[in-house]
C-alpha cells in the first residue's frame, strides 16, 4: 500500500463521522476505529482526531439532552417606524412659573407682583413639533390672578403670560413652549431672557 493511500482513507473516515455528528446522527465510536485501523499506516493521529470528533457529539447531546428539538424561531418583531422628535418644555422670561395637577387638570402658577394690573395670556398650537404655532385662545386675567388652567394632549403647547402695569407696559412675562400631557412632569428648560 503506497504510504498516501491510508491518510486519504483516513480523512474520508473522519470527515464522515464529523458529517454524521453535524447532522445529529448517532455515532458508533468502535465501528469508525476499525474503519481506520483497518485502512492501515499510522492510524494514531486519525484515532486521536476521532477522540475529538466523539467529544463534539458528547457535548453536543449534553447540550441538546434526550429527545430535545431544536431551537424555536423568534416571533418576527414590528417594524418600528423612526423615533418621533420630542422637544422639552422650555421656559423663558423674567418671572418664576410653577406648575401643579389639580383634579386632573394641568395648572400654571406664579407669586401675584403688585405692578402687574392685568395679565394677557395667550395659548397657541401647533400640529407637530416641525409645525408652526397657531393662536388658539387669547384672555385677560385680573392683576391679582396667579394661576391659569390648560388643557393640554400630545400636541405642543405654547403659553405667553405677559403682566402689564397700569400704564399698558409689560412689567412680566413667560414663554412657555413645547407643553403636552405627556410632558408636563418633565424638567423645563430655562432659557435666558432679554428683559
Not at 463521522?17 to 485501523?37: H, M, N, T, Y
Request: no cysteine; net charge positive; charged share 30%.
Amino acid at each position: 500500500m503506497e504510504a498516501g493511500v491510508p491518510l486519504d482513507e483516513h480523512r474520508k473516515i473522519i470527515d464522515e463521522a464529523r458529517q454524521r455528528v453535524a447532522s445529529g446522527g448517532d455515532l458508533d465510536r468502535a465501528a469508525f476505529e476499525a474503519r481506520i485501523r483497518s485502512a492501515g499506516g499510522d492510524t494514531e493521529p486519525a484515532l486521536a482526531q476521532l477522540a475529538r470528533v466523539v467529544s463534539v457529539a458528547r457535548a453536543r447531546a449534553l447540550v441538546q439532552g434526550p429527545g430535545a428539538r431544536e431551537p424555536e424561531a423568534l416571533p418576527p418583531q414590528p417594524l418600528r417606524g423612526p423615533v418621533g422628535l420630542r422637544t422639552k418644555p422650555t421656559i423663558t422670561g423674567n418671572m418664576d412659573v410653577g406648575r401643579n395637577r389639580r383634579d386632573g387638570a394641568f395648572v400654571l402658577t406664579w407669586t401675584s407682583d403688585p405692578k402687574v394690573a392685568a395679565w394677557d395670556v395667550r395659548i397657541s398650537e401647533r400640529p407637530n413639533v416641525r409645525g408652526d404655532y397657531a393662536v388658539r385662545e387669547e384672555r385677560s386675567l385680573p392683576g391679582t390672578a396667579t394661576s391659569l388652567e390648560l388643557e393640554l394632549s400630545d400636541r405642543p403647547v405654547r403659553v405667553h403670560l405677559l403682566g402689564r402695569g397700569r400704564d399698558g407696559r409689560l412689567v412680566r412675562r413667560a414663554v412657555i413652549s413645547a407643553l403636552t400631557d405627556g410632558g408636563w412632569a418633565e424638567r423645563w428648560q430655562r432659557r435666558a431672557s432679554a428683559s
